[in-house]
């Protein structure tokens, strides 16, 4: 499956190429997927990364590997496999594609070219008859976190501390993998737009969790490795420890729906009673 689109061009550009999305196609192709990866990621040696035989392997088996494409030039990708539900009760459950990762190279980045690719993938997955993809980001990233849930309208399921180790690679070496796993639901109805949360009496406190209404706030940094650098990687591993607690407990019985940028260099998470969001999913 094949989609064109045209991209934001980069300020003080011409309009380029139409942005053609689809399957990745061949070793060859699959290795430039590779390249942009390790690229992108910033990989030291040690880190590990992809390989070309990996990427075939999975598309040949019910796995998608989907590129973004100006011209002839790779810009961006994204690869899933076919996973299963496991019930509490261990009965096997739905299908659904599991998004291991979304790259876009540096240069292309903020012209809306992840959108454009997690469209292409969410249309495979809707050719084959898979109406729910999942995948794992880290909460502190708000940027990505607003991207997840308030444009594409994913929703977060539960947060997994530490999830490939203790400590991550590229721009988060020494950092604790702490991931989100968020839900989209391709077949439902989009959810409205929320509202944006109204600073209480006195200001935000990041790390803290206001009421509004049913909902609940939590306040953060906006930009996670500004905050390291200017204040530690000691003091950035206690903040994230007490976030990730907090995160747990408000997911107990809820679902973040929402992450949005605050005055003063913050951002907020918008919690929400799960039962309010269920039937609810991407926006078209």
């Known amino acids: 499956m094949t989609s064109t689109a045209t991209p934001r061009p980069a300020a003080g550009t011409r309009q380029g190429p139409p942005l053609v999305v689809r399957d990745v196609d061949g070793p060859l192709e699959?290795?430039?997927?590779?390249?942009?990866?390790?690229?992108?990621?910033?990989?030291?040696?040690g880190d590990g990364s992809l390989n070309a035989r990996l990427l075939t392997a999975l598309q040949d088996n019910s796995g998608l590997v989907v590129g973004a494409y100006l011209g002839e030039a790779l810009v961006g990708f994204t690869y899933s496999f076919l996973a299963?539900?496991?019930?509490?009760?261990?009965q096997a459950g739905r299908l659904y594609q599991y998004s291991q990762l979304a790259v876009v190279a540096h240069e292309r980045q903020g012209l809306g070219i992840g959108r454009l690719l997690k469209l292409g993938q969410r249309d495979r997955c809707l050719a084959e008859g898979t109406?729910?993809?999942?995948?794992?980001?880290d909460p502190m990233q708000t940027r990505n976190a607003h991207f997840n849930l308030d444009v594409l309208g994913a929703v977060v399921d539960a947060v997994k501390p530490a999830m490939y180790g203790t400590s991550g690679f590229g721009a988060a070496a020494g950092e604790s993998?702490?991931?989100?796993?968020?839900?989209?639901?391709?077949?439902?109805?989009?959810?409205?737009?929320?509202p944006a949360p109204v600073a209480p009496t006195g200001g935000w406190s990041v790390g803290q969790v206001y009421d509004d209404g049913e909902d609940r706030i939590v306040v953060l940094p906006d930009d996670w490795h500004r905050l390291r650098a200017q204040a530690g990687p000691g003091h950035a591993a206690r903040l994230r420890g007490n976030l990730t607690d907090t995160f747990a407990r408000l997911l107990a019985?809820?679902?973040?729906?929402?992450?949005?940028?605050?005055?003063?260099?913050l951002a907020a998470y918008r919690f929400i009673p799960r039962a309010a969001a269920s039937g609810t999913a991407s926006r078209p």
């Open 30 to 45: 699959m290795a430039d997927c590779v390249a942009l990866y390790e690229r992108v990621m910033g990989l030291r040696p």
């Open 84 to 90: 299963r539900e496991r019930g509490a009760d261990g």
């Open 131 to 137: 109406t729910l993809i999942r995948w794992a980001y």
């Open 177 to 194: 993998t702490d991931r989100f796993i968020v839900s989209w639901h391709l077949d439902a109805p989009a959810r409205p737009a929320l």
């Open 253 to 265: 019985d809820r679902t973040a729906v929402s992450c949005v940028r605050l005055p003063g260099g």
